[in-house]
């Protein structure tokens, strides 16, 4: 499915690198005996029209880290930048702003508001940052995702598939430098995921958006360009041009020992 997000002179030329973090740190908790790290330390580097799927056990920091890199909760230390610039600083407002420029959302359980049309929906964002509505550019992207005939319809008249792929026209509409998708198929039957699996992959191999997925399923992984590999808080593996079996057999292994500060592939560093 060919899509169409990007047009010439819409913003400023992207920097190579979509994402860094720079030991981030976050701990939930008051602290004490019923402190939890979360994130301990991580650092890693995306580049631009990149895929990456986030994986790891439960309680391992795998929401944590998208939450903190989308800037939806603050680190306690380290830094975070996107597109070159630094989302770290400042007060929530700018925040928000921040978000609203340079950020897409596509959530598992597709935060839709229901009074609202597929159409509507879509121009949200644009409509909340106080930019202009180009009505005739969501009708495109909408086609593209295959909703052209679905402009009027409320969510409770969709399937769950199309659901999803209406959260990421809304997530593209903004023409956002990263994408964070949390579970975007965990809701999905085997066909709509592997079609939204598909216009992800499409939004970056194409038209040079960078996607970072939290996913547990390997099959879902396996779409992704590489796969980050989290446990205990701490970036412990990364998996070029994965494969469904070589995923979850690399699951299967994630309590084994893994030198803190051993050097991943592309700037990622494990626990550094």
Do not use: W
Request: charged share 25%.
């Amino acid at each position: 499915m060919t899509m169409s997000f990007l047009r010439r002179g819409d913003r400023p030329a992207p920097s190579a690198e979509a994402l860094r973090l720079v030991s981030v740190t976050k701990v939930h908790g008051a602290g004490g005996e019923n402190a939890v790290t979360a994130l301990d330390g991580v650092s890693l580097s995306l580049r631009t029209g990149s895929f990456t799927a986030v994986m790891g056990p439960s309680g391992s920091g795998k929401s944590t880290l998208l939450q903190c890199a989308a800037g939806l909760d603050r680190p306690d230390r380290g830094i975070i930048m996107v597109d070159g610039e630094e989302m770290t600083g400042g007060n929530e407002t700018e925040l928000a702003k921040f978000r609203r420029r340079r950020i897409g959302f596509v959530f598992q359980q597709y935060n839709l508001l229901p009074t609202l049309t597929v159409a509507q929906n879509t121009t949200l964002p644009l409509r909340l940052a106080g930019r202009r509505v180009d009505r005739k550019r969501a009708r495109e992207i909408l086609a593209q995702v295959g909703l052209a005939d679905r402009l009027h319809h409320r969510p409770d008249q969709l399937s769950g598939g199309q659901r999803q792929r209406v959260a990421i026209a809304r997530a593209l509409v903004t023409e956002p430098s990263v994408v964070f998708a949390d579970e975007p198929t965990g809701a999905l039957d085997t066909r709509s995921a592997r079609d939204v699996l598909e216009l992800l992959q499409d939004a970056v191999h194409i038209h040079r958006r960078t996607v970072v997925m939290v996913t547990h399923d390997p099959v879902a992984a396996s779409y992704a360009d590489a796969v980050l590999f989290l446990a205990d808080g701490r970036l412990v593996g990364r998996m070029d041009d994965p494969r469904a079996d070589a995923v979850a057999e690399r699951l299967a292994h994630l309590g084994d020992e893994v030198p803190i500060g051993r050097p991943l592939a592309d700037g990622v560093r494990a626990g550094v």
